[in-house]
């Protein structure tokens, strides 16, 4: 039974008996997690186990071996010749040895014997060794051979044949092995047990004093390493004398611990009337209820007095001669930030009050306000006098007091200090125009370079004050001042910050004003522009919808054509709505530019190359009596636009160019590189600073009122006859320019013509993709791969079912996502190409796509729809990737693009 290193195989069923006699009792199973229970070897020397079997073997003459419950052997006594010599020393017997190993020691529960015979023939008995009711190893007495069992004598000789063992020598081992019964076995095995389980409690019990000793050194340890580490004062008194003190109380009040133990707390009181009230007011609670916690004051032994929270236990409720346990914790530095926090709080507070005071003033009310807003910035700041001075730049650079309030008791100042020249104060304006403040603490102390500001203050009594600029627009306006005539004064960051802000306060109500006309030009101007964009997205809904329906009136035309002779008067007349329905697509179109939900590819374009390809269009378009010219900016920076929108640009300013000329005249085409500042933008709320490609359009046509002027851009609106303009072209450059990132300006005066300008951002990122050339047309091209088309439109998903059959496509048709799904699933063979509306019921397309590219990775998709939805393009400008149909499309459309993704690589 014991184990040599290495196990072999297990041994194979046959052969194998076994009788094992249970007890019910207790399962082993494994030890908690929270109570660990020490190994058999940790709680018995190996030696003592040794020695208890050996003189066990002495007694009885039974073979015995103990195992821990990882299967280590710890001792072992009295191995059969059989075993040692033969067994155990063939590689086939060895394995069977293990296998009995293994169904001895391991799995057998608590209270249980079991009797086992080996493969080899030996009979064994085991049981487990448990301490407290755990298992902590396994006993086994073996090697013997069952009373009452017969000897199978040509067994044991047919199997030393089997394993090539001298069959004399292995006989004679065999006449060795012991005949026990069953009953004496079993005593000796269990009292061999109920010896070991004693020896390991008898052990265990030592153990465990021995860890309760170490465990009480180490709580006394780690409670010394407490006190000494605790970031609080820690200390012990009995009747108000202190009797222990840790490091950090000593520290915190200054004192060496022998000059703290045996004196009374009186000690660390700043007053006697303080001793008195804490042992009133806080020992009593102490007793009452167990804990009292109270803020006080402690006098350091620098006599420094500082705030702390005390809280105090008592060693023992019953009985207060025995004393308390305090801890000590300073909160000077934590009150004084509280302080603070409650004035910047004020100080917020007060800002927010004259913030609020300027709101919606009026020019003859901003002296009063002005006057109210320094007597409560003074107050809170702690000045004695708050003022506000402003730059005057008429001529020579003045300084001039225009308001000024004074606490009760100070002279005021204002009526002096009036039309003072600036140039005298260099110090104090260089500071200033630095946009630094001018905190003095003591203004006797001014430097020599000061010297002229240190005269006039000292004039007026100042001692401390402090200064900040006041600027507005990028512009120094002014200062405003807090003087300190009674006290000197140190000025914090908290201070600075207050002072800025108060500052800025004032510089706005000042720029306000003084903006006042300005602001009025661009609130019109922003009411022109949310007008105009608010129409916009009238207009872009209406073209969605519309779309849909041209989308049945296209196709519904184009089938019939196909069924319907030429030269008939029913093919006249389809050839008429096919017109108009083409005519109405390309107003829904400029309505969609105009909403900037036109859906775009952007690329890297260069507008110079793009104009030149152009201009024989446009020439064709201006007519003979107008001079076409075209003056490019050299150098020009790229930008990322979809081409087809430059086009539409250039085509609606030459047309609109052209048609405000009345018989000869000339129109103008010129690019530029610009960069726009804030100044730039400031009297145009709709343009932003930056760098921009600039396309200009002028004309020397009649030109435009102002009034006419604003309503440029209006949808549907124009000075043209009725018949000849929808009021659609320059609605729809603006829409394209917005949503570029760009912006449109246009000048005009009555009789000097007009000028257009679109500015359009620089391309930032220089993208693979380039255009600077005009796409050819192809013929529309078949197909006969597979198509899944899904459109909740019923009308619009029967006609581009048709269209695509007629291809010669192998069309999969429904009206619902959730069908599709379906249909996808059932289809046994590939699908190449999914069309699909963007919005519909349960389920957008771009959500349809992702679940089914999960299953049919290589299929493509070509997404259809009446407007731009936020579902597949960001702001109506496609990722990369992304296929896009825009409704109504025609026959040949369809057929171009389903093959044009069809046939994309990869």
């Not at 026990?180 to 030592?206: H, I, K, N, P, Y």
């Not at 707390?265 to 001793?275: C, G, K, N, V």
């Not at 020019?363 to 000045?383: C, H, P, S, T, W």
Request: hydrophobic share 40%.
């Amino acid at each position: 039974m014991k184990r040599n290193s290495g196990r072999g195989p297990n041994a194979t069923a046959e052969g194998d008996r076994m009788n094992e006699h249970e007890v019910q009792g207790r399962e082993d199973g494994e030890d908690s997690p929270l109570q660990e229970v020490p190994s058999l070897g940790e709680m018995i020397d190996a030696k003592v186990l040794q020695s208890l079997l050996d003189r066990f073997y002495k007694l009885v003459g039974m073979t015995c071996v103990i195992v821990d419950k990882e299967g280590r052997a710890l001792a072992s006594v009295g191995w059969q010749e059989i075993c040692l010599s033969f067994h155990r020393a063939q590689p086939e017997s060895l394995a069977l040895c293990n296998h009995t190993h293994d169904s001895l020691f391991v799995g057998t529960p608590l209270t249980t014997r079991k009797l086992y015979q080996c493969p080899n023939g030996l009979w064994n008995m085991a049981a487990p060794v448990y301490v407290a009711e755990r298992r902590v190893g396994t006993l086994s007495i073996g090697q013997f051979l069952l009373e009452g069992t017969p000897v199978d004598v040509e067994a044991f000789r047919a199997r030393a044949r089997g394993l090539g063992f001298p069959e004399a020598d292995y006989m004679a081992a065999v006449a060795q092995v012991p005949i026990r019964s069953e009953e004496e076995v079993d005593a000796a095995l269990a009292f061999l047990v109920e010896g070991t389980s004693l020896l390991s409690s008898l052990a265990q019990t030592r153990l465990d004093l021995s860890r309760a000793l170490a465990d009480k050194e180490s709580q006394e340890q780690t409670l010394r390493s407490i006190l000494r580490a605790a970031p609080t004062g820690i200390g012990v008194a009995v009747n108000r004398v202190m009797t222990a003190a840790n490091h950090t109380l000593c520290t915190l009040l200054g004192y060496e611990r022998d000059e703290l133990i045996g004196n009374s707390t009186r000690l660390i009181y700043p007053s006697a009337d303080e001793f008195e009230r804490v042992g009133r007011e806080h020992y009593a609670a102490v007793f009452a209820s167990g804990m009292d916690v109270m803020e006080t004051n402690f006098r350091r032994k620098d006599g420094s007095v500082i705030d702390v929270l005390l809280s105090s236990a008592p060693l023992d409720r019953r009985d207060p001669s025995a004393g308390i346990t305090f801890t000590v914790l300073d909160l000077t530095e934590h009150n004084r930030k509280e302080r603070e926090r409650q004035r910047r709080l004020h100080m917020e507070h007060i800002l927010g009050q004259v913030s609020s005071h300027f709101a919606g003033v009026s020019a003859k009310d901003l002296e009063v306000r002005i006057d109210e807003a320094l007597g409560a910035l003074g107050q809170a700041a702690g000045a004695d006098r708050t003022y506000l001075f402003l730059i005057d730049d008429k001529g020579e650079t003045t300084l001039v007091n225009t308001n000024e309030w004074c606490a009760p008791g100070v002279e005021p100042q204002k009526h002096t200090l009036q039309d003072l020249p600036a140039a005298a104060f260099s110090w104090w304006m260089e500071n200033l125009r630095h946009d630094e403040p001018i905190l003095i603490a003591n203004v006797s102390e001014l430097s020599e370079e000061a010297d002229m500001e240190r005269k006039a203050l000292e004039r007026q009594g100042i001692r401390s004050l402090a200064v900040v600029p006041v600027w507005h627009d990028n512009a120094l306006i002014g200062f405003v001042g807090f003087d300190v005539v009674n006290t000197l004064r140190q000025w914090s960051l908290q201070d600075v910050d207050f002072l800025r802000t108060a500052a800025a306060v004032l510089g706005n109500a000042i720029g306000r004003i003084r903006g006042l006309e300005q602001s009025r030009r661009l609130e019109a101007r922003l009411l022109e522009v949310e007008r105009i964009e608010s129409v916009g997205r009238l207009a872009g809904g209406v073209a969605h919808d519309f779309n849909n329906m041209l989308q049945t009136i296209l196709g519904c035309v184009e089938m019939a054509l196909v069924d319907t002779p030429e030269g008939t008067p029913v093919s006249d007349c389809l050839h008429e709505i096919r017109h108009a329905a083409e005519r109405s697509a390309d107003l829904t179109r400029q309505l969609l530019a105009f909403a900037r939900r036109q859906t775009i590819s952007p690329r890297s374009l260069d507008v110079n190359h793009k104009v030149s390809d152009l201009l024989g269009m446009l020439d064709r378009l201006t007519g003979e009596e107008i001079e076409l010219s075209f003056l490019p900016a050299e150098n020009l920076h790229r930008v990322n636009m979809d081409p087809v929108q430059v086009d539409q640009i250039l085509t609606n300013l030459v047309l609109n160019a052209r048609d405000a000329i009345i018989g000869a005249g000339k129109v103008v085409i010129e690019t530029a590189n610009v960069t726009l500042t804030v100044d730039d933008c400031a009297s145009h709320s709709d343009h932003l600073p930056g760098s921009y490609v600039k396309l200009s359009v002028s004309d020397n046509g009649h030109g435009m009122d102002h009034t006419t002027l604003d309503r440029a851009f209006d949808p549907f609106f124009t000075t043209k006859k009725v018949g000849h303009g929808t009021g659609l072209g320059l609605s729809t450059v603006y829409g394209i320019a917005t949503q570029n990132g760009g912006f449109v300006d246009a000048q005009s005066t009555p009789g000097h013509g007009a000028t257009f300008a679109v500015y359009m951002p620089w391309e930032t990122v220089n993208a693979e993709a380039k255009d600077d050339g005009v796409a050819d047309l192809e013929t529309p091209p078949r197909g006969t791969e597979t198509v899944l088309l899904v459109e909740d439109e019923k009308t619009i998903l029967d006609l581009v079912r048709r269209q695509l059959t007629r291809l010669g496509y192998q069309v999969l048709h429904c009206d619902s996502p959730l069908e599709a799904l379906e249909l996808a699933a059932a289809e046994p063979s590939p699908i190449h190409l999914l069309v699909t509306d963007v919005i519909m019921p349960g389920m957008d397309g771009r959500t349809l796509a992702t679940r089914l590219s999960a299953s049919r990775p290589q299929m493509r998709c070509l997404y259809v729809s009446g407007y731009t939805a936020d579902v597949i393009a960001k702001r109506g400008v496609l990722d990369e990737g992304v296929h896009f149909l825009g409704k109504p499309f025609d026959h040949a459309t369809l057929a171009k693009k389903v093959r044009e993704v069809l046939d994309l690589p990869g």
